[in-house]
Nanobody, 121 residues
Protein backbone atom coordinates (compact mmCIF):
# COMPACT_ATOMS: atom_id res chain seq x y z
CA UNK A 1 0.00 0.00 0.00
CA UNK A 2 2.85 2.40 0.88
CA UNK A 3 6.38 1.99 -0.41
CA UNK A 4 9.31 3.74 1.28
CA UNK A 5 12.77 4.10 -0.22
CA UNK A 6 15.66 5.54 1.81
CA UNK A 7 18.72 7.21 0.35
CA UNK A 8 21.61 9.42 1.42
CA UNK A 9 23.56 7.03 3.59
CA UNK A 10 27.30 6.69 3.35
CA UNK A 11 30.64 6.89 5.08
CA UNK A 12 31.49 10.08 6.97
CA UNK A 13 34.09 11.16 9.48
CA UNK A 14 33.16 11.91 13.08
CA UNK A 15 31.84 15.45 13.36
CA UNK A 16 30.54 15.44 9.83
CA UNK A 17 27.01 15.73 8.49
CA UNK A 18 24.69 13.65 6.39
CA UNK A 19 21.11 14.05 5.18
CA UNK A 20 18.92 11.01 4.72
CA UNK A 21 15.87 11.07 2.48
CA UNK A 22 12.86 8.79 2.38
CA UNK A 23 10.65 8.92 -0.68
CA UNK A 24 7.13 7.57 -0.27
CA UNK A 25 4.72 6.26 -2.85
CA UNK A 26 1.08 5.58 -2.23
CA UNK A 27 -1.95 7.50 -1.12
CA UNK A 28 -2.40 9.84 1.83
CA UNK A 29 1.26 10.56 2.57
CA UNK A 30 0.42 13.82 4.35
CA UNK A 31 -1.79 11.95 6.83
CA UNK A 32 0.94 9.56 8.01
CA UNK A 33 3.23 10.02 10.92
CA UNK A 34 6.78 9.39 9.74
CA UNK A 35 9.77 8.14 11.65
CA UNK A 36 13.37 7.03 11.53
CA UNK A 37 14.75 4.01 13.36
CA UNK A 38 18.26 2.61 13.31
CA UNK A 39 19.83 -0.77 13.91
CA UNK A 40 23.47 -1.26 14.79
CA UNK A 41 25.19 -4.66 14.53
CA UNK A 42 24.05 -6.93 17.33
CA UNK A 43 21.44 -4.42 18.50
CA UNK A 44 17.68 -4.15 18.21
CA UNK A 45 16.09 -1.64 15.89
CA UNK A 46 15.72 1.55 17.95
CA UNK A 47 13.79 4.79 17.65
CA UNK A 48 15.61 7.88 16.43
CA UNK A 49 13.07 10.52 15.44
CA UNK A 50 9.47 11.00 14.38
CA UNK A 51 7.28 13.70 12.90
CA UNK A 52 3.51 13.92 12.83
CA UNK A 53 1.26 15.11 10.06
CA UNK A 54 1.96 18.65 11.29
CA UNK A 55 5.12 20.10 12.79
CA UNK A 56 5.32 18.13 16.04
CA UNK A 57 8.57 16.17 16.32
CA UNK A 58 10.15 13.74 18.75
CA UNK A 59 13.74 12.56 19.19
CA UNK A 60 15.66 10.05 21.22
CA UNK A 61 17.77 11.89 23.81
CA UNK A 62 21.08 10.85 22.27
CA UNK A 63 20.40 12.77 19.04
CA UNK A 64 18.65 15.88 20.38
CA UNK A 65 20.38 19.01 19.17
CA UNK A 66 22.20 17.09 16.44
CA UNK A 67 19.48 15.54 14.26
CA UNK A 68 16.47 17.21 12.66
CA UNK A 69 13.52 15.41 11.09
CA UNK A 70 11.39 17.22 8.53
CA UNK A 71 8.91 16.46 5.79
CA UNK A 72 7.94 17.88 2.43
CA UNK A 73 4.42 16.75 1.66
CA UNK A 74 4.53 18.15 -1.87
CA UNK A 75 7.44 15.80 -2.59
CA UNK A 76 6.08 13.00 -0.38
CA UNK A 77 9.48 12.87 1.28
CA UNK A 78 10.76 12.83 4.85
CA UNK A 79 14.31 13.85 5.76
CA UNK A 80 16.73 13.29 8.59
CA UNK A 81 19.46 15.91 8.82
CA UNK A 82 22.29 14.51 10.91
CA UNK A 83 24.99 16.85 12.20
CA UNK A 84 27.95 16.34 14.53
CA UNK A 85 27.92 12.64 13.77
CA UNK A 86 29.54 10.24 16.20
CA UNK A 87 30.83 6.68 15.69
CA UNK A 88 27.96 5.42 17.85
CA UNK A 89 25.54 6.73 15.20
CA UNK A 90 26.77 3.99 12.88
CA UNK A 91 23.79 1.83 11.90
CA UNK A 92 21.35 0.95 9.19
CA UNK A 93 18.72 3.68 9.19
CA UNK A 94 15.12 2.77 8.37
CA UNK A 95 12.27 5.03 7.36
CA UNK A 96 8.81 4.15 8.62
CA UNK A 97 5.21 5.32 8.30
CA UNK A 98 2.34 4.84 10.70
CA UNK A 99 -0.98 6.15 11.85
CA UNK A 100 0.42 8.12 14.77
CA UNK A 101 3.74 9.21 16.24
CA UNK A 102 5.38 6.67 18.50
CA UNK A 103 8.78 5.53 19.76
CA UNK A 104 7.68 1.90 19.42
CA UNK A 105 8.16 -0.20 16.29
CA UNK A 106 4.76 -1.83 16.75
CA UNK A 107 2.95 1.42 16.02
CA UNK A 108 4.29 1.71 12.47
CA UNK A 109 2.84 -0.09 9.47
CA UNK A 110 5.33 0.40 6.63
CA UNK A 111 9.11 0.20 6.46
CA UNK A 112 11.83 0.96 3.96
CA UNK A 113 14.75 -1.36 3.27
CA UNK A 114 17.26 0.82 5.09
CA UNK A 115 20.35 2.82 4.24
CA UNK A 116 23.77 2.33 5.82
CA UNK A 117 25.37 5.15 7.78
CA UNK A 118 28.95 4.62 8.88
CA UNK A 119 30.78 7.18 11.01
CA UNK A 120 34.52 6.70 11.31
CA UNK A 121 36.86 8.02 13.99
Amino acid sequence: QVQLVESGGGLVQAGGSLRLSCAASGRFFSNYAMGWFRQAPGKERAFVAAIGSGTVTSYVDSVKGRFTISRDNAKATVYLQMNSLKPEDTAVYYCTAGRAMSTLRQWYDYWGQGTQVTVSS
